[in-house]
C-alpha cells in the first residue's frame, strides 16, 4: 500500500509563530485530505486537494502531486491550533491511508 | 445536517466478548469505512461498505466483520476481543469516491 510520511513529528511554537507540515506519499494518488484531530478525537476536515493550493483563513495547503508531497501552511498560530494534524491520501475509492500526524503544540 | 455520528461513545469489555459499534453517515453520503486508532498512531483502514457490500478490506483479522443497511448506515462487529483491539474507531463516510468526513468515533477499552 501507499507510505505516508509527516513531518516533523513534534512542533512547539510561540503563539504568533507560523509553520509549514510536509506530507510525502510514495505513489500517485486521487485523493488527499488534511485534518486536525482535536482533543477528543474528532477528525476535522481542513482540506480536500489532491492537487494545487488552497487557503482558509489562517491555514493554506499546497500539493504538488507530481512530486509527491503536500505541505500545510499554519500563519500566526494561535493557542486553538494545538493538536494533531494528519495527511491522508486516498488509495483509490476514497480508502484512505493515514500518516503518524503532525504533533502541534502553541504555546501563549 | 447532522453530520457522521456514532454509538457508543465509549465502551468497556473484557477479553473473549464480543462487541458491535454503530454509524450513521451524513445525509448524501451512500459510503461508509471504518478506521482503527491506536494510541499515538495515525487511523488504520479496516473495510469499507458499499451497496451493502463490503467493497475494501485492510489488514484486519476475520474477527472484524461488519454490516450496511439499506439507508447506508453501519455497524462494526468484533469477535474474541484481544487486548490489543483497544482503540478509536473512527467511522467515516463519503458519496463514492468523494471527499470523507469522520465520526466523533468508539473508545472501545478491552480489559
Known amino acids: 500500500g501507499i507510505q505516508v510520511e509527516q513531518s516533523p513529528p513534534d512542533l512547539i511554537l510561540q503563539e504568533g509563530a507560523n509553520s509549514t507540515l510536509r506530507c510525502n506519499f510514495s505513489?500517485?494518488?486521487?485523493?488527499l485530505q488534511w485534518f486536525h484531530q482535536n482533543p477528543w478525537g474528532q477528525l476535522i476536515n481542513l482540506f480536500y486537494?489532491?492537487?494545487g493550493t488552497k487557503q482558509n483563513g489562517r491555514l493554506s495547503a499546497t500539493t504538488v502531486a507530481t512530486e509527491r508531497y503536500s505541505l500545510l501552511y499554519i500563519s500566526s498560530s494561535q493557542t486553538t491550533d494545538s493538536g494533531v494534524y494528519f495527511c491522508a491520501v486516498g488509495e483509490g475509492n476514497n480508502r484512505l491511508a493515514f500518516g503518524k500526524g503532525n504533533q502541534v503544540v502553541v504555546i501563549p | 445536517d447532522a453530520g457522521v455520528t456514532q454509538s457508543p461513545t465509549h465502551l468497556i469489555k473484557t477479553r473473549g466478548q464480543q462487541v458491535t459499534l454503530r454509524c450513521s453517515p451524513k445525509s448524501g453520503h451512500d459510503t461508509v469505512s471504518w478506521y482503527q486508532q491506536a494510541l499515538g498512531q495515525g487511523p488504520q483502514f479496516i473495510f469499507q461498505?458499499?451497496?451493502?457490500?463490503?467493497?475494501q478490506r485492510g489488514n484486519f483479522p476475520d474477527r472484524f466483520s461488519g454490516h450496511q443497511f439499506p439507508n447506508y448506515s453501519s455497524e462494526l462487529n468484533v469477535n474474541a476481543l484481544l487486548l490489543g483491539d483497544s482503540a478509536l474507531y473512527l467511522c467515516a463516510s463519503s458519496p463514492f469516491a468523494g471527499v470523507s468526513f469522520f465520526g466523533p468515533g468508539t473508545r472501545l477499552t478491552v480489559l
Open positions: 505513489d500517485s494518488v486521487n485523493n
Open positions: 486537494i489532491p492537487s
Open positions: 461498505y458499499y451497496e451493502e457490500e463490503e467493497r
